[in-house]
């Protein structure tokens, strides 16, 4: 059998769901749907989908609500390797069932050319503007509608203020202006298909765009919508596996065990160009390190940004603190060309990795670390101040933001504030311990 196997963190309804750093980015979060006719909608879904699907898609889960709304339910208990649902193919939504003439186009165009997600999404869009005549309406119409999503994608300035101080903010903005630039580049093309799409608009093409951004499984034919499996919920305690069968032409979701995952926040940490050796240390960084990790933030300036996990302790070592980040901070601190081409001989005599080892002298290398203690408990201030001014409950700012979004904002603080603060917690233990030494 030739198959591709996607890792996916999925949870069934009932489990913890508290929203991590991507899914605040990324995720559409519905508002529940009203269960009064919730049996009557789930009942003609199903019976579509097994009818599209030409066999059954699952019998150990059942459609149900959720405080997230529309959600899987196991009807069965359900064992680590199971399958829990299988849907072909041509029961799924790819951009290989956009028209011919219509995906032709887009390929000519080299901004949205060979970016099956932006594909899907002017699938997706077609389909909403046929309506019930589209082949794909009892899907369509089960998902969440403009007004109904909370995808930072729509966030006004005054909402994404609110997490300024997060890294999720600048990836808000990147996200806003790619599907601009994609619908920019689209957009002519759609024209030549009023009858498919009509008026042609940038928020048609958002809500779209977050839907699949949200909702999309990444298979060997590209991102597809596999309705049903979409039901489940996103959450960082379990894991679900995407298997896709080349042959069969069958996608299967696998449940896997659950098992602790730690939550990521990202770091930034910035060179200062006043610093003398400033162009050698960003010589020796970029030679050495491994994998990239530089990016643009949203105003333009350079930085390097790490992802760190809540820390557990394991002797002098962090498992949460990546060590290039710790590699970092003792180029940063470095004082003179000596003490940098030291740490370049150290890693070619080694394995190629820069400062991954204690500096040799106690001293620098709990300065180093008190610089990035430094940079912690300033990031620790602004996410402890973002929060109280969104529990404010007369503050001008928190009265204009969307509950729901208020609340997304506030968990989003305050779970990067918790990982931060056992950041801080074990960098100050190691400080004091070589201190000691």
Not at 224 to 243: E, R, T, Y
Request: glycine share 4%.
């Amino acid at each position: 059998m030739a198959a591709v196997v996607v890792r996916r963190r999925l949870a069934l309804a009932g489990a913890p769901l508290l929203p991590t750093y991507r899914q605040l980015a990324a995720a559409a979060i519905p508002i529940p749907i009203p269960k009064v006719n919730e049996d009557e909608h789930s009942g003609a879904f199903l019976r579509w989908l097994r009818s599209k699907a030409g066999s059954g898609i699952s019998s150990v889960l059942r459609i149900g609500t959720s405080p997230l709304g529309r959600s899987l339910f196991a009807s069965q208990p359900i064992q680590e390797g199971d399958c829990i649902l299988q849907l072909p193919h041509t029961a799924q939504l790819t951009q290989d069932k956009l028209p011919r003439e219509v995906r032709l186009l887009l390929d000519d165009d080299a901004a949205v050319a060979g970016d099956t997600a932006a594909n899907v999404a002017v699938l997706l869009m077609m389909e909403q503007r046929l309506g019930h005549e589209s082949g794909w309406a009892p899907y369509v119409i089960s998902l969440p509608a403009k007004d109904q999503m909370h995808n930072m994608m729509f966030w006004d300035l005054d909402e994404l203020d609110m997490v300024r101080h997060s890294p999720v903010y600048d990836e808000a903005i990147k996200q806003k202006e790619q599907v601009r630039k994609q619908f920019s580049a689209a957009k002519p093309a759609l024209e030549h298909f009023p009858h498919l799409f009509e008026e042609i608009k940038l928020e048609d093409f958002m809500h779209s765009s977050a839907l699949v951004s949200s909702r999309a499984w990444q298979t060997s034919r590209g991102v597809s919508l596999v309705p049903f499996a979409d039901f489940l919920n996103h959450d960082g305690a379990s894991d679900s596996i995407l298997v896709y069968d080349e042959e069969k032409a069958v996608s299967e979701v696998i449940a896997d065990r659950n098992y602790a995952v730690g939550e990521q926040a990202h770091i930034w940490i910035d060179m200062s160009e006043q610093d003398p050796l400033y162009k050698k240390k960003l010589d020796i960084w970029e030679k050495h390190r491994t994998p990239k990790s530089q990016h643009m933030c949203s105003s333009g300036c350079a930085r390097t940004s790490f992802a760190i996990k809540e820390v557990k302790y394991s002797g002098n070592k962090g498992v949460g603190i990546p060590q290039a980040l710790r590699a970092f901070v003792r180029i940063f601190c470095a004082t003179s060309i000596e003490e940098l081409e030291e740490m370049a001989v150290e890693a070619a005599e080694n394995d190629g990795r820069l400062a991954r080892r204690p500096l040799k002298h106690a001293e620098r290398e709990v300065h180093a670390h008190r610089k990035l203690l430094l940079h912690l408990d300033n990031m620790i201030q602004g996410h402890s101040t973002a929060i109280e001014q969104l529990e404010t409950i007369d503050g001008a700012a928190s009265r204009s933001m969307h509950p729901f979004r208020k609340e997304m904002a506030k968990n989003l603080l305050a779970g990067e504030l918790q990982i931060l603060q056992s950041a801080y917690a074990w960098v100050a233990n190691y400080c004091k311990t070589v201190a000691c030494t």
